[in-house]
């Protein structure tokens, strides 16, 4: 008995269900012709994942059914073929005009035009980006079904994500005579995540018996990156393939009998290293984001800081030179070898590259508020005035020429406000947002060691990573001036923000309490800065985006 199974990684576009649909058909006609027998597709795969709000429209809903019944009349003169889409199912029943959830996050399998079975989710995740059960209602049952031409049937016991991270729903999947267990997914990306996947489903195989096939999302969705690197994983625990991570791939699967259970076989792709997942992730990020919103390019500030830099980078990478414009915008307080070193990044990449002065404007603006502002010292409100003007200059050219404008500000500094409202976080997408500066760095370095999109070597200048940051907004500014050592800003950060300890935790760990309490009050009085900031990549297990939900006005202070 030998049973061929397509693990169709796709890169889905939430709302395009014709797009989606057809992108389902095709990678199932291509894996009929290579001998497969049952084709899994992502969680949701039908719609996107995640929908949001959409979930709540009737017209979505209808239009998602029309959408599976689509792909099974496409797919209905391929002779014992079945295919597994996910897609959202049901309604709302009112009860005394409280609308009460019956829609279910659902997996169908099609078959000869026909939907054969559909399974609803039980596990419902409520945590993190997760927010289901605003959207869905918990399903109860257990799908079992058989694939495969009539000699070389198999009986498959489908899952859907969370339900294989808990013990009951595999085992009484196996219970009801499933052979073989059918994982499919959309489980966001973090820094590790992967491996930690892989055990998790090693303890699932180890404890029901029975080999697992996980059918993982890939692509980027507004701030969520869904990684791929879908596996197979025989009864033991031994992986027996795995797709490779951050692109589409059809992962070919090969069941055969063994004495006491099926044997999984396919290609084993590696791993990636956690900095060449995260720089996957980011280029990703930034692709699907542009790409997927019809944006033409992207332009950002180049400064010759190491923030700019890193995504001046990134962007190249994902998008190639001739879709990415770079502009140095100097202040009275920009150093030479800022400029000598911005000049040097966008030559290495060879990106379009203009210097845009902004000392007329930052002058004009003192003399219109010279009266208001008489007798009264220069601070921080003369800086935000510089960075607001590039703001404006960058968005000026984004509508002219309709390419988005990429923020350059880190974690570190959205965490402790270390930013300018309508100034350096102007823009509509900030690449960096989750990473602290210390992994800034580190990428830099990463980077310039590695060339994984052949862009160019090292392109970032060593001076970049090597000089003290600053903001140059006034003469000789340092970050370090009014910041810990961003050593421990990040640990702090981690231990707070990421982690929730306490700042008597973080104290009591070696940290000066001085230290904690401004880092501290930092993040609780930024939030009203953090609210207005645009979307931004999610790459560590808990963002300043969905995971981060915090009143504004606020007087807790533990």
Known sequence: MTLKICVAQLNLVVGDLAGNAQKIIQAAQQAYQDGARLVLTPELSICGYAAEDLFLRPAFIAACDEAVQSVAQALAGLEHLSVVVGHPAGGDVRTRSVAVPQRYNAASVLCQGQV?????????????????????????????????????????????????????????????????????????????????????MRERVLDCGLPLIYAHLVGGQDEVIFEGYSFAMNADGRLAGRAPGFKENCLLVQVEQAQTALELRAVLMPHGSLDADLWDAMVLGVRDYVGKNGFPGVLLGLSGGIDSALVLAIAVDALGKDRVRALMMPSPYTADISW???????????????????????????????????????????????????????????????????????????????????????????????????????????????????????????????????????????????????????????????????????????????????????????????????????????????????????????
């Open 116 to 200: 054969m079975a559909t399974y609803a989710k039980r596990e419902l995740p409520n945590y993190q980006v997760f927010d289901e059960r605003r959207y869905f209602a918990a399903g109860h049952d257990v799908c079992v079904f058989e694939a495969g031409a009539p000699d070389h049937r198999v009986k498959v016991g489908l899952l859907i994500c969370e339900d294989a991270w808990f013990e009951t729903p595999a085992r009484q999947t196996r219970d009801a005579g499933a052979e073989l267990l059918a994982v499919i997914n959309a489980s966001p990306f973090h820094v590790g995540k992967g491996l930690e996947r892989e055990e998790k």
């Open 340 to 558: 000598m070193d911005a000049r040097d990044m966008a030559a290495r990449l060879d990106v379009r590259y203009d210097e845009l002065s902004i000392v007329p404007e930052f002058e004009a603006f003192k003399a219109t508020l010279a009266c208001e502002f008489k007798g009264l010292p220069e601070d921080t409100t003369e800086e935000n005035i510089q960075a607001r003007i590039r703001g404006t200059l960058l968005m000026a050219l984004s509508n002219k020429f309709g390419s988005i404008v990429l923020t350059t500000g880190n974690k570190s500094e959205m965490a402790t406000g270390y930013c300018t409202l309508y100034g350096d976080m102007a823009g509509g997408f900030a690449v960096i947002k989750d990473l602290v500066k210390t992994t800034v760095f580190r990428l830099a370095r990463w980077r310039n060691a590695h060339d994984p999109y052949g862009t160019g070597a090292s392109p970032i200048p060593e001076r970049i990573i090597t000089r003290p940051p600053s903001a140059e907004l006034r003469p000789d500014q340092k970050d370090q001036d009014s910041l810990p050592p961003y050593e421990v800003l990040d640990a702090i950060l981690e231990r707070y923000m990421e982690n929730d300890e306490s700042i008597d935790t973080i104290v009591a760990a070696g940290y000066a309490a001085a230290d904690v309490e401004r880092v501290t009050r930092l993040i609780k009085i930024n939030e009203y800065k953090r609210r207005q900031s645009p979307v931004g990549i999610r790459v560590t297990h808990r963002s300043f985006g969905k995971d981060w939900r915090y009143p504004i006005t606020n007087r807790f202070r533990a």
